[in-house]
Nanobody, 122 residues
Framework: HVQLVESGGGSVQAGGSLRLSCAAS????????MGWFRQAPGKEREGVAA???????RYADSVKGRFTISQDNAKNALYLQMNNMKPEDTAMYYC?????????????????WGQGTQVTVS
């Protein structure tokens, strides 16, 4: 059974940085496509980044050049490094696994989800 637990959220000033972590169990990171999503209050869920099992990454235009998705096979974890953060980055952030035979597109149809971690930029 796939379990995903996000951590690392918090409050940061604009221009600052945060690193989100997603600890996986019942699943081996790098076996499938994984992604990060976010949802701001009153707004739709938005895909942020995705990483293929081979390490190839894709990003939403809004975060490209500022955010980096990565995976640590030894720790079986997924990360999102967020630099030069902006107020519009404020949202709940979720990690997810796409599942079998996915296209690994940013904001695609992912199958397994964590509970989220709050990020606030002011």
């Amino acid at each position: 059974h796939v379990q995903l637990v996000e951590s690392g959220g918090g409050s940061v000033q604009a221009g600052g940085s945060l690193r989100l972590s997603c600890a996986a169990s019942g699943y081996t990171v790098s076996s499938n496509c994984m992604g990060w999503f976010r949802q701001a209050p009153g707004k739709e869920r938005e895909g942020v980044a995705a990483i293929r099992s081979n390490g190839f990454t894709r990003y939403a235009d809004s975060v490209k050049g500022r955010f980096t998705i990565s995976q640590d096979n030894a720790k079986n974890a997924l990360y999102l490094q967020m630099n030069n953060m902006k107020p519009e980055d404020t949202a709940m952030y979720y990690c997810a696994v796409e599942g079998y035979d996915g296209s690994c597109r940013v904001g695609g149809d992912f199958d397994y989800w964590g509970q989220g971690t709050q990020v606030t930029v002011s």
